[in-house]
């Protein structure tokens, strides 16, 4: 029995100098991907979504087609895919309205300025974008709670996201650096909203919800009104009695009032 016994010592032994097989670590989860537009794009108003508002009435084929052939005519087809400028707003559900409408053709020129500006100085600065609300009808715009007199109802605005990474401080600072410098020809409109949703128009050039933290990062607008009263002549000092009559300055222009404060969309 000792013989016997000696060998199954020598196994355990053997066995328990074995290390103990260690797991592979397990790999951190995956970061989501970068999606801006998914607070706002709900299922209805994504790319699917298109395919079925596109189908379930064969007259659209007709009225996206015009569109796009106008857009392609104006030079600015492309700059975002058509399909997103037919996306009305983020509430379209709650309010009973479709998530797609091609904004009635009298309204297309507006859209062609903003779309040249998004072209020229917005995808440049920031990369690609995506628009998350163009279109409004004038019921689907009270409703989601537009100003009565939103560009969004004239086929002008445009609310976007940027699809390349970038910190809402980044973004604010670089499109009011160049909407300082470019936005006055185009009559460009800038506003901010949480996180990374941003809105251009070509109504007007004005930004808004410039909060105090939004306002430290963009240089101030300077209008024609406010350039004509650099460099005006000082007024003239009293001539002494008796002299002759010098020539009258111009009268300084006042500053136009900023309205970069609480103007609507």
Not at 93 to 117: A, D, K, M, N
């Amino acid at each position: 029995m000792k013989i016997l016994a000696l060998p199954l010592l020598l196994a355990g032994s053997l066995a328990a100098a074995q290390p103990t097989p260690v797991s592979p670590p397990t790999p951190p989860p995956a970061a989501a991907p970068w999606n801006p537009a998914a607070p706002y794009i709900t299922a209805g108003q994504d790319e699917p979504g298109y395919r079925s508002w596109y189908m379930a009435a064969p007259w659209r084929a007709a009225q996206v087609k015009a569109f796009n052939d106008y857009l392609a005519g104006a030079q600015v087809a492309g700059v975002l895919p058509t399909w997103e400028l037919l996306r009305t707003a983020s509430a379209w559900q709650e309010c009973g309205q479709q998530p797609f409408e091609v904004p009635p053709s009298e309204e297309w020129p507006h859209i062609v300025q903003t779309l040249r500006y998004v072209r020229d100085y917005v995808v440049p600065v920031i990369g690609p974008v995506e628009a998350v609300s163009v279109y409004r009808n004038p019921v689907l715009n009270k409703c989601a709670g537009g100003a009565p007199e939103s560009a969004h109802k004239l086929d002008s605005a445009i609310d976007m996201v940027p699809l390349k990474p970038i910190t809402r401080e980044a973004l604010i600072k670089t499109l009011c650096d160049e909407h300082t410098k470019y936005g006055g020809p185009y009559g460009a409109g800038l506003g901010f909203y949480a996180y990374l949703r941003f809105h251009v128009d070509s109504m007007k050039f004005r930004r808004w919800n410039m909060d105090p933290e939004v306002l430290a990062l963009c240089p101030p607008i300077v209008h024609p009104s406010d350039i004509a009263s650099v460099g005006q002549p000082l007024p003239p000092t009293p001539a002494p009695a008796g002299a002759a009559p010098g020539p009258v300055a111009a009268p300084a222009i006042a500053p136009a009032p900023s309205p970069e404060r609480g103007q609507p969309h």
